[in-house]
């Protein structure tokens, strides 16, 4: 019940594509879930994150859409760039605090110029 | 504008050593933890602490010990080091005010054990 689900595993898009990475979650006390980039040889970065309480969220290109009843949540990235190639996490927390994040096994996304 | 500091960035050890990585951060951050990063198992918290004096248990503690004597660091000690515990180590900090809901990672330990 832990768990968060994300795929796909690896994405492959054209420069100016939207790549679509998905989570999946099962505890519904779950209440933040952030998203974090990760550039090879450097720790991940936190992205963008939203609260149970919207449905979407948007900084810049980056966008969540988040489906309470489904128990579902994804990153869109509009008008992908080469350098948004990078491993993208997607976590889930209890109560906001950093020992209870639980983190999806990561998609490595990469974007051809 | 240091964040969280980890240091060695590389190790390699043989089966059986013991050694301790460091991490300290200047953010005054109440929370502090370590995980490990494993190729398609994303980031699996190994301890954390709420404060200094305050440690306890995440997911994958087991051959790995902790302590948290000052607000500012943080250090990791395998005991006696197997080849299961080759990976790639963060340490990470975040604090409670503001919700406590952004983790800042160190850049990372590249670990093999041999």
């Known amino acids: 019940q832990q768990q968060v689900k994300q795929s796909p595993q690896s994405l492959i898009v054209q420069k100016g594509g939207i790549p679509i990475i998905n989570c999946a979650y099962e505890n519904t006390a779950f209440d933040y879930f952030p998203w974090y980039q990760q550039f090879p040889g450097k720790g991940p970065a936190l992205l963008i994150a939203i609260r149970p309480d919207v449905s979407e969220k948007k900084e810049g290109r980056f966008t969540i859409s988040f489906n309470k009843s489904a128990k579902q949540f994804s990153l869109h990235i509009m008008d992908s760039q080469p350098g948004d190639s990078a491993t993208y996490f997607c976590a889930a927390s209890l109560n906001n605090y950093g020992q209870n994040f639980v983190f999806g096994p990561g998609t490595r996304l990469s974007v051809l110029p | 504008n240091a964040g969280v500091t980890q240091t060695p960035k590389f190790q390699v050890l043989k089966t059986g050593q013991s050694m301790t990585l460091q991490c300290a951060q200047d953010m005054n951050h109440e929370y502090m933890s370590w995980y490990r990063q494993d190729p398609g198992m994303g980031l699996r918290l190994i301890h954390y602490s709420v404060g200094a004096g305050i440690t306890d248990q995440g997911e994958v503690p087991n051959g790995y010990n902790v302590s948290r004597s000052t607000t500012e660091d943080f250090p990791l000690r395998l005991l006696s080091a197997a080849p299961s515990q080759t990976s790639v180590y963060f340490c990470?900090?975040?604090?409670?005010?503001?919700?406590?809901?952004?983790?800042?990672f160190g850049e990372g330990s590249w670990l093999t054990v041999v």
């Open positions: 990470a900090s975040s604090s409670v005010s503001g919700g406590g809901n952004t983790i800042y």
